[in-house]
């Protein structure tokens, strides 16, 4: 495993990220194809094996039950000491005035939440979730701030927002003297790049690393146009990427791949890589080859001709879904 600091951080972080959006009871929250604690077992396992060091989830990710197996896998297959752990807050949790949002009593609450259901008592890297236009950004940031001061986070992130309210945020950071943000986890892949325009470029501004989900399309750049998985052909959310405009760029990811020799997924990902604001793509695993691929694409390096021929055919497109 190749490791790199996060953003201008001291922080060390393995290149790959295990996304635990996947590791879940399915019979709560969004998703019904997540994997329960059995079945997430062996992709801890093999994450611990390869080095894969950043573990990714989200205090909503399946009703908390994510961090919940995310704080056993920690213990069973690994040290606390060892490794990099990623939460997040803003999506609703309860009814309650802080169940949800970005406010004092909303962030303190479900940190704690948080690190109980995790089982411990410090978030590496806590993320704001999305962007809460009803709470003033000095709350929002006097509030992580407190957490960070207090010892139970580390460094801050955020996700999933325009860059003005991005920079909106720093900017109260920097005035104030809190705490600023050190990771950005937006989505970034080579059939969703809209980021290019104004995000990307704040964030190298700003020192800020980019920690991308779905750096390969939710599995759109690893298979032949058209080709379906129980995922893909299920998820509300999955099926909302498929645009006729992007045929053209999983083309050219096969058509490199097969040049190569090698799987989609690492042209896929080694794209996203070449990149240098990159610290760390959330890479979901699933099947035993998600975590191989994701590693071995940290050994392709793309030539300047193979970079042009996957960004070629790439069009603009409408806002898309954060």
């Known amino acids: 495993m190749k490791h790199t600091r996060l953003g201008g951080t001291g922080l060390r972080v393995s290149r ?14 969004l998703h019904r194809w997540t994997l329960d604690e059995e079945a997430a077992a062996p992709f801890f396992r093999q994450a611990v094996e390869l080095g894969v060091t950043f573990w990714d989830t989200a205090n909503v990710y399946q009703g908390g039950s994510s961090e919940e197996i995310v704080g056993r896998a920690i213990r069973r297959f690994s040290r606390r000491e060892d490794v990099v752990l990623a939460t997040k807050v803003s999506g609703r949790m309860h009814d309650g005035p802080g169940g949800s949002g970005l406010s004092r009593r909303a962030i303190l609450e479900q940190a704690d939440a948080s690190l109980r259901r995790l089982g411990t008592d410090y978030i590496d890297v806590y993320y704001l979730h999305r962007f809460d236009p009803e709470t003033p950004v000095e709350e929002t940031m006097a509030t992580l701030d407190t957490l960070v001061r207090d010892g139970k986070v580390r460094y801050l992130g955020a996700s999933s927002m325009w860059a003005w309210q991005f920079a909106k945020l720093q900017h109260a950071a ?16 080579v059939l969703k790049r809209e980021e290019e325009r104004d995000m990307i470029p704040l ?25 379906q998985t129980t995922r893909s052909s299920s998820d509300e959310v999955a099926r909302a990427f498929d645009r006729q405009a992007d045929k053209l760029v999983v083309d050219a990811v096969q058509g490199v791949a097969e040049a190569r020799g090698l799987p989609m997924a690492r042209i896929a990902l080694a794209w996203v890589l070449s990149k240098p604001v990159i610290s760390c793509p959330i890479v979901g695993a699933t099947k035993p080859h998600h975590l191989a691929d ?28 954060w």
Do not use: H
Request: proline content about 7%; charged content about 15%; overall charge negative.
């Open 174 to 189: 920097a005035v104030n003297g809190w705490t600023a943000f050190s990771a950005m986890q937006d989505q970034y892949n």
């Open 16 to 29: 790959i990220g295990l996304g635990c959006m996947s590791y879940g009871d399915p019979g709560t929250g």
């Open 294 to 321: 994701a590693t071995a694409a940290l050994d392709v390096e793309l030539t300047a001709d193979e970079i042009a021929a996957l960004e070629a055919p790439y069009t603009p497109q409408d806002n898309y879904w």
């Open 203 to 227: 964030c190298l501004d700003q020192g800020v690393g980019l920690t991308p989900y779905s750096p390969l399309a939710k599995g759109r750049a690893t298979r032949p146009w058209g080709e």
